[in-house]
Structures are given as structure tokens and as C-alpha cells.
């Protein structure tokens, strides 16, 4: 029996594949329980298409975000903070507030795609921004006393 895997199944398949197995097994587990459909041709089709589809949809969401990655990497962000004498902070700077900087200087950045050490102390680090899967960029904080 052929069927389309509609998630990922150990021993089996990804999603998406077009697999081979048993008919007990694919009547009796994988369509009762949504995890496949049968294989003929009009969802064949529909695969295709969809397949077709997803793969426009991600070249147009890497070149977005190779193009915001030439644009934001380099860039210095300052950052203003309490902080002591000694030049400690009082907390840590976190992905919010460097999420919001990247906004003032009009680059639009999910803060959960930035990754940085924990900053305790005024001076200059780095922060990765990741865009996509393989597309990051780089970005100077300038953390100042206020």
C-alpha cells in the first residue's frame, strides 16, 4: 500500500514522502491516526503542488533575509544602562532591549533570533542575530551609563 506521510515516523518516513508498507499497518494505524493519507493520483498531485509552494515561499524568505543581514551586519547599537562606579550594571542587558535598539535604527528583528552572552559590564560586545537557517549577522553593543 502507498501513502503519504503527513508527519515524520521513525522507520518509516519524512513528511511528505511517498512510502511503501504494509496494509494492515497502513490501514489499521497510519490513516486512522492522521498520520498518513492513501497515495493516489489526485493526492500525488496536490503534493507536488504543495512541495512546488513551500520551496517559493523559502527562497523568498532566505532572500529576505540575506538582504537584512547585509544591512544589519556591522551596525553598532548603544545601549544605555544604570550601572555602578566600577563600571558593573546593575542586572543584565537582555535580547528585549537589544530587540529594541535594532528597531530605533529601523531594522525590524524578532528577539528570539538574538543570541548574546550575559552582558554585566559597560563596554563594546558582539551579538549574532539569526535570520535564517544558515543566514546570521553580527552586531556591536555599545553598552553606556546613562
Same mark, same amino acid.
Given at each position: 500500500?502507498? =501513502?503519504?506521510?503527513?508527519? %515524520?515516523?521513525?522507520?518509516? *518516513?519524512?513528511? %511528505? %514522502?511517498?512510502? +511503501?508498507?504494509? #496494509?494492515?499497518?497502513? $490501514? #489499521? ?24 509552494? $513551500? +520551496? ?27 550601572? *555602578?562606579?566600577?563600571? $558593573? ?21 524578532? $528577539? ?10 559597560? *563596554? ?5 542575530? #539569526? ?7 553580527? =552586531? #556591536?553593543? +555599545?553598552?553606556?551609563? +546613562?
Amino acid at each position: 500500500m502507498k =501513502v503519504i506521510l503527513k508527519e %515524520d515516523i521513525k522507520h518509516v *518516513g519524512l513528511k %511528505d %514522502d511517498v512510502v +511503501e508498507v504494509k #496494509n494492515g499497518y497502513g $490501514r #489499521n494505524f497510519l490513516i486512522p491516526q492522521g498520520k498518513a493519507k492513501l497515495a493516489t493520483d489526485g493526492a500525488l498531485k496536490m503534493l507536488a503542488e504543495d512541495v512546488r509552494q $513551500r +520551496e517559493f515561499k523559502m527562497d523568498k524568505l532566505k532572500k529576505d533575509a540575506e538582504a537584512l543581514a547585509e544591512k544589519v551586519n556591522g551596525t553598532t547599537v548603544s545601549i544605555k544602562t544604570k550601572a *555602578g562606579a566600577s563600571g $558593573r550594571i546593575f542586572g543584565s542587558i537582555t535580547t528585549l532591549q537589544i530587540a529594541n535598539a535594532l528597531k530605533e535604527k529601523g531594522f525590524d528583528v524578532d $528577539r528570539r533570533k538574538i543570541v548574546t552572552d550575559d552582558i554585566k559590564e559597560l *563596554g563594546t560586545f558582539p551579538a549574532t542575530v #539569526n535570520l535564517f537557517k544558515d543566514i546570521s549577522a553580527t =552586531v #556591536n553593543l +555599545e553598552v553606556v551609563a +546613562e
